[in-house]
């Protein structure tokens, strides 16, 4: 499973961007797609996660800003942030695994810079 992430770059406070997770295998086979995060000098954190269900999950600071989604026929998921805020600067990562295995998958990382 190869991932590609894209749509960071800077924003204002009180924006919007919109990440994008393609995925080389159909997304559908594929049973949760989770997006971290990781700012300078911190651990990388869970922001958002997406089942094969749609079932959704969203880290505390998320809730209510960001929405995490699907395009089955493009194989992407999604990451809508709105209202973000200074502290949401950070490499965003998408990351997919399966229930029934223990290896993981990672995207390269995008870039996200909000300035206040």
């Known amino acids: 499973v190869q991932l590609q992430a894209s749509g960071g770059g800077l924003a204002q406070a009180g924006g919007s961007l919109r990440l994008s997770c393609a995925a080389s295998?159909?997304?559908?086979?594929?049973?949760?797609v989770d997006w971290y995060r990781q700012a300078p000098e911190k651990e990388r954190e869970l922001v958002a996660t997406?089942?094969?269900?749609?079932?959704?999950g969203y880290a505390q600071f998320a809730k209510g800003r960001f929405t995490i989604s699907r395009d089955n026929a493009k194989n992407i998921v999604y990451l809508q942030m709105n209202s973000l805020k200074p502290e949401d600067t950070a490499i965003y990562y998408c990351?997919?695994?399966?229930?029934?295995?223990?290896?993981?998958?990672w995207g390269q990382g995008t870039q996200v810079t909000v300035s206040s």
């Open positions: 990351h997919a695994r399966y229930y029934s295995s223990t290896d993981r998958y």
């Open positions: 295998v159909n997304i559908l086979s594929i049973d949760a």
């Open positions: 997406l089942t094969k269900s749609t079932s959704t």
